[in-house]
């Protein structure tokens, strides 16, 4: 139990609060729009309980978190037009599945390289994210 009491996604602690803003519950997980924005709508989707990795699901939760990513990924699309998204997968420092949904955009951060977590270079004003929250919130 210690490990999901310290758990940035279980705990929704102040430092998850630093990082990023809640957007929407999925039931099976929990939709979050990082506040860094070098890659516009950088978002994270967390697995609603404590499990490190998507092939420790039963099937059915795995496919409908799946979906989840999928749904994220083609709103994310619409609103925000990028050449590509990549998914990052990772558990190796925060052991809770979660995937990080980066749209990239040509001619900008990390074109033709892997994304950076947070390269804490691009921040918006408040407001600015709280349309971009709103604006993701009105696609589900």
Known sequence: MKEEEECLYCSR?????DLMLEVVDFGVSMLFLFKEQSYR?????????H???????SEENRNL???DVSKV?????????????NFGFFSDKLPHLHV???????????????FV?????????????NDMVNDLKSCF
């Open 117 to 129: 977590i947070n390269p804490n270079k691009v921040y918006m004003t408040e407001k600015g994210l």
């Open 13 to 17: 602690n102040n430092k998850q609060k």
């Open 73 to 85: 990924a083609n709103v994310l699309t619409d609103l925000y037009h990028p050449d590509k998204i």
């Open 41 to 49: 709508g950088h978002c994270v989707l967390a697995y609603k309980d």
């Open 100 to 114: 990080h949904i980066v749209p990239k955009y040509i001619d900008k951060a990390s074109w033709g390289k892997s």
């Open 65 to 67: 978190f799946m979906n």
């Open 51 to 57: 499990v490190n990795s998507f092939y420790e699901l």
